[in-house]
């Protein structure tokens, strides 16, 4: 990413790997592989790991006995892959397009450039770009969004050749979940990972680290009052958060404790559970 680009390796903060568990890995498996571009780093017959040339960022369980997602609990509203710059967004979508793959909705939010999805068993996706990060503030500094028509065309044009696949520098750049009460919300995420409130829209609170505009947000559009998620579903597993160095863990951990909250260990990993039962593990 250019210098204008927030770096999300020095944010205290940033998304790791994604977990989901779905019912037919391998119609899964391929959606990601064909629609998104991601590389099959690992595929075994009860799971498949995904990725960048780079980097490992979705992993896929594979149990056919699962019950099908409840879409008004909690868990997962989208895993959104970010792009480096708006010309691979280009060629991503005349990707999409010429595919055939069905699109959900496409978004200018000032700070970003999106277009919205699902995969096959309906877990929902974003795909974006950042516009540098002198746009995204207002007089005062404070981070702006908003949700605006996005130009399409304008994006076409920008993307100059054609699309070859996942980029080795794309990332996963947010996770959107869906909670029960964005107070609770904000008790966990903000008072209890420490991440900021960057901004907020009727029904959702959005958290950032280091001065991004949303590595994690939270609403209730289509799960207000939702209680804790019953275990064993189809949809999302786990999120991964990696801490930038070891007092940022540690001072989570600290936080955790201090707040009675338990703490799991999952392969040597600190596991935290939001009000919801949503599983955040935390990677150093």
């Known amino acids: 990413m250019t210098d204008h680009h927030f770096n999300h390796a020095a944010a205290p903060l940033r998304i790791g790997r994604v977990r989901l568990r779905v019912r037919d890995l ?28 780079r980097a490992a960022l979705l992993e896929l ?13 909690a868990g997962l509203f989208h895993t959104a892959f970010l792009l480096p710059d708006r010309a691979s967004l280009g060629r991503w979508i005349a990707h999409a397009a010429g595919a055939g793959v069905r699109l959900q909705g496409a978004s200018d939010h000032l700070v970003s450039e999106a277009l919205y999805l699902a995969d096959p068993e309906g877990n929902g996706i974003e795909v974006y770009a950042d516009r540098p990060v002198s746009h995204w503030h ?6 702006r969004m908003a949700t605006e028509p996005l130009d399409i065309p304008a994006l076409l044009a920008a993307g100059r050749g054609a699309w070859s696949g996942f980029p080795a520098d794309g990332i996963i750049g947010h996770v959107h979940l869906q909670v029960g009460d964005t107070l609770a919300a904000d008790g966990f995420y903000r008072d209890i990972l420490g991440l900021d409130v960057s901004s907020r829209y009727p029904g959702a609170s959005f958290y950032g680290s280091g001065g991004y505009h949303h590595h994690l947000a939270g ?8 209680g804790r998620r019953s275990a064993g579903g189809a ?28 703490i799991e260990a999952r392969n040597g990993t600190p596991v935290l559970r939001d009000p919801w039962g949503t599983a955040i593990a935390l990677a150093g």
Do not use: H, K, M
């Open 61 to 73: 369980a594979g149990d056919p006995e699962v019950r099908p997602q409840d879409r008004r609990a």
């Open 235 to 262: 949809g999302l597993e786990s999120v991964e958060l990696i801490a930038r160095d070891a007092a940022t863990l540690a001072a989570i951990l600290d936080r955790a404790r201090a707040a009675g909250l338990e």
């Open 26 to 53: 391998a119609s899964v498996s391929d959606f990601y592989r064909d629609v998104l571009g991601l590389t099959v780093l690992e595929r075994t017959t009860r799971g498949t790991v995904l990725g960048s040339a």
């Open 138 to 143: 207002d007089a005062d500094g404070s981070i």
């Open 219 to 226: 609403n209730t559009w289509n799960s207000r009052g939702a």
